[in-house]
């Protein structure tokens, strides 16, 4: 089993700032990619960005530019700077691992609330 907690959500102005932080603890040695999903009011759950343990970063669309993720492993954490947020930004924030061996499980934060006012 892994356990993540995210930290560093809030509410933040537009063309404001915001480091999300994630820990992961358990059973690290199985997780291959972290990375980081929200989810707006009646919208699904997307992919803002993830990284594999090899460094590889992979961002939506919508942040590239804005957003960077990184990872630092001797810390079991990720993290993600926002930068330049937009009100279409706000949404709860949850950080993901992945775990492929010996079976592929999905394991999430709680989730942290971010609000972007204009």
């Known amino acids: 089993q892994v356990q993540l907690a995210e930290s560093g959500g809030g509410l933040v102005q537009a063309g404001g700032s915001l480091r999300l932080s994630c820990e992961a603890s358990?059973?690290?040695?199985?997780?291959?990619?972290m990375g980081w999903y929200r989810q707006a009011p009646g919208k699904q759950r997307e992919l803002v960005a993830d990284t594999t343990s090899g460094g590889r970063t992979n961002y939506a669309d919508s942040v590239k530019g804005r957003f960077t993720i990184s990872r630092d492993n001797a810390k079991n954490s990720v993290y993600l700077q926002m930068n330049s947020l937009k009100p279409e930004d706000t949404a709860v924030y949850y950080c993901n691992a992945v775990q492929t061996f010996p079976q592929f499980i999905n394991y999430w934060g709680k989730g942290t609330l971010v609000t972007v006012s204009s």
């Open positions: 358990g059973s690290i040695f199985r997780i291959s990619s």
